[in-house]
């Protein structure tokens, strides 16, 4: 027969877990979160898609410098409701920043964004000479 340990649940300890375990401390966790990105490679032009649910179009910046595409997003929301006997304010603040470097085979003047159900799709196209699809097999001397 074996011997099984069997710890009694202690009361104090379950409602401070359950209580770090709850949605409102996510809440707090989330903050800083950068959105996940793919990068996909198309025959002429790269894809950069961002998961960015909940936000506007008007919400994001998309900085180009030095071949380091900067994508940026800052929101402030704050909501008050008044009552009989109170008076609540709550505030929201949210932002990320994702840089990126640029192969030199971007067409910098051609770069679009678009924005449509939660994801920011950034299109970069590749240059002319860059779209060359040049292989051969090199042989070994």
Do not use: C, W
Request: proline residues 4%.
């Amino acid at each position: 027969m074996a011997i099984i340990r069997f710890n009694r649940p202690n009361a104090l300890t379950d409602a401070f877990q359950n209580f770090f375990d709850s949605d409102f401390v996510d809440i707090f966790n989330r903050r800083g979160i950068d959105p996940a990105a793919n990068i996909i490679e198309h025959p002429d032009a790269f894809e950069l898609d961002l998961a960015a649910p909940g936000l506007k179009k008007d919400d994001f910046k998309i900085h180009l410098e030095n071949n380091i595409l900067t994508v940026s997003s800052e929101v402030e929301d704050s909501k008050e409701e008044e009552g009989k006997n109170y008076t609540r304010k709550e505030y929201h603040y949210s932002s990320f920043s994702r840089s990126f470097n640029l192969p030199k085979t971007i067409d910098l003047e051609k770069i679009k964004a678009d924005y449509d159900n939660g994801i920011l799709k950034v299109m970069l196209p590749k240059k002319d000479e860059a779209k060359l699809d040049v292989r051969k097999e090199i042989k070994i001397s």
